[in-house]
């Protein structure tokens, strides 16, 4: 009989640690559609997407990301890729014919920013 009656008591205080651990997870966990809101925030202003973008340190990668904001008619977030991508080409000294196609990128995402913008 005592048996059963330690078994039922382990029984009650797991359910009861369950209970509290859960309770403790739950407040403890961040809610994430906040967060996502708050980084879409920050990240509708220019300055702090190219603040975030600045730790890419691959013109190349920066280029493919401009490729598909391109693609998906975000002209003014490609130009700042390629822009970035300029940048960290010249920072780096490379040779003019290497930073030339990344230029005429740049000049030509510029030109769709400013033509979607006008219409």
């Known amino acids: 009989m005592k048996e059963f009656l330690g078994v039922g008591v382990f029984f ?3 359910i009861i640690v369950a209970i509290i651990f859960f309770a ?8 994430i559609k906040n967060i996502r809101e708050e ?8 300055e702090n997407q190219a603040l975030v973008l600045s730790f890419i ?3 190349v990668a920066l280029t493919i990301s401009g490729e598909r904001d391109i693609e998906r008619k975000k002209y003014a977030d490609a130009a700042l890729k390629f822009e970035l991508a300029v940048g960290l080409l010249e ?3 490379a040779s ?24």
């Open 39 to 46: 980084w879409q925030g920050f990240l509708s202003k220019r």
């Open 12 to 14: 009650v205080k797991s």
């Open 57 to 59: 340190q691959n013109p």
């Open 96 to 119: 003019p014919s290497a930073i030339q196609p990344y230029q005429t990128r740049f000049l030509d995402a510029k030109k769709m920013t400013e033509q979607s913008e006008t219409k």
């Open 91 to 93: 920072m780096h000294g």
């Open 24 to 31: 403790v997870i739950t407040m403890l966990s961040p809610n």
